[in-house]
């Protein structure tokens, strides 16, 4: 009889019998049965990934810029940090249908070189089909219909592609194990081998993952640490524009952000994204605030729109697109307490325009002011920019990068900003007139 084990899917680690919390990373209602495999050839996997040698001293170490190797794309190199890299591995993420294939078929078509392209979703006439419909040259492009890992891993070791895509990590299954693909054990073993091929002969090798229903990447969270990059697309599959977000990135800056829209030629980039994120108004309305956001290295302007309206039951709605929920509790409560502004018999609806998720503090000055403007029914200055971190005392906190969030908006024409003091410009910003405040009621003031 087949000796059986629960193993976890979201770090793999593995227990003798079920468990309604996993003991290692305490995660609820992960653990899943599994056959034990025996153990894969290699009785230690990991240890080529490692550099092996002597022991060194750091400053006899060679610190030498990677090279990198642009894809075409400037959006994409963006959030790669400026390119391929030689060895490194790149984990893709995202929803079905939402544009990842379709985005690594253009990108492969306009690398030089023999790039290899492994399909275990598609065959090759799938993806011949969707070239052609793409209008994409990729007469160098060499197409691989295959989910065995012995198979592929012969392929790229007698072809030396510089590139390879593997589409995705989740198809893939060793002979070595007998569970089935999309397996914890598979994918750990299918990503730790070929992260071993492309450390040991300089290929840049792109993973493509399934997500879960709560959008986290599916399998091993140890497949996230295995991995250089690691690269979310986001955006609603009933809109055109798309998001490529860097959560992990050994070779450049985390948070980076890549705008595209997608159209009928494929994904294109979006050579100015703040205007993807502000509302088109043929006039000026209430509950309406801009806000500047850095992604990375990006300013983005982003505006805010917040809709309170008179409760019809004892409990008052709040509801937050694109921000954090617990921090609008918060921002109310701060609200409430230092500017006298009661809104516990409103109900509170805030959205981040353009289906963009909002992660920094700098949000709240603006969310506030937002608020504010639709309570009173009182629309908020034309061409007037916020942003500020608002802390529980009601201090109005300084943001990141604020003298780079002002030239963003002052480029594109935005004439008025309130912002922390101690972000206040040393020298005047050309058009731009700027209020620094320390206090949040001291912001609402300047509405009246």
């Not at 691989?144 to 510089?162: C, F, G, M, W």
């Not at 040991?200 to 792109?206: G, L, P, V």
């Not at 009933?238 to 890549?258: P, T, W």
């Not at 908020?380 to 990141?400: I, N, S, T």
Request: charged share 20%; hydrophobic share 40%; glycine share 8%.
């Amino acid at each position: 009889m087949a000796k059986t084990i629960y193993s976890c899917t979201q770090c793999g680690g593995q227990t003798a019998k079920w468990q309604g919390q996993c003991p290692h990373c305490m995660a609820w209602n992960t653990l899943i049965e599994s056959v034990v495999e025996p153990q894969a050839k290699g009785a230690n996997r990991f240890s080529s990934l490692a550099a092996s040698g002597r022991v060194q001293k750091l400053s006899e170490v060679a610190a030498e810029e990677m090279p990198r190797t642009p894809t075409g794309i400037a959006e994409f190199d963006r959030v790669l940090g400026g390119g391929l890299v030689s060895g490194a591995v790149v984990l893709i993420g995202g929803d079905p249908g939402i544009g990842k294939s379709t985005l690594l078929l253009q990108v492969l078509a306009q690398l030089p070189g023999t790039p290899l392209y492994v399909s275990g979703e598609e065959s090759a006439q799938q993806i011949a089909l969707r070239a052609r419909r793409l209008s994409l040259d990729a007469s160098n492009l060499r197409l691989l219909p295959e989910i065995n890992l012995e198979k592929i891993q012969a392929t790229i070791s007698h072809d030396r592609p510089s590139v390879v895509v593997i589409d995705s990590i989740q198809t893939l299954y060793s002979e070595q194990l007998t569970s089935a693909p999309g397996s914890v054990a598979q994918v750990r073993e299918c990503a730790a081998q070929l992260t071993r091929i492309a450390k040991s002969q300089d290929i840049t090798m792109i993973l493509v993952g399934h997500v879960t229903k709560e959008g986290a990447l599916a399998g091993p969270r140890v497949l996230e640490h295995i991995v250089d990059t690691v690269l979310y697309f986001e955006g609603d599959t009933h809109s055109s524009f798309r998001l490529i977000r860097a959560f992990k990135n050994r070779f450049g800056a985390v948070n980076e952000l890549g705008v595209f829209a997608m159209t009928e030629r494929g994904l294109r980039e979006v050579s100015n994204p703040s205007a993807m994120f502000l509302s088109q108004h043929g006039s000026q309305v209430s509950g309406t605030c801009v806000m500047v956001t850095q992604e990375g290295t990006r300013p983005l302007l982003v505006e805010i729109q917040a809709l309170l309206d008179e409760a019809h039951s004892p409990n008052a709605k709040r509801l937050s697109l694109g921000l954090e929920q617990n921090r609008l509790a918060m921002l109310l409560a701060v609200l409430h307490r230092h500017a006298g502004i009661a809104c516990f018999d409103q109900d509170v609806f805030i959205n981040a325009v353009g289906g963009v998720k909002i992660t920094e503090p700098g949000a709240d000055l603006a969310v506030i002011l937002a608020m504010v403007s639709s309570l009173r029914n009182k629309p908020l200055p034309e061409k007037l920019v916020v942003f500020g971190e608002v802390g529980l005392a009601g201090e109005v906190r300084p943001v990141q990068r604020g003298q780079e969030r002002l030239r963003e908006a002052a480029k594109l024409g935005f004439t008025h900003a309130i912002i922390p003091k101690a972000n206040a410009p040393r020298h005047p910003i050309e058009g731009m007139t700027v209020i620094a405040v320390d206090r949040v009621e001291e912001a609402v003031d300047r509405m009246r």
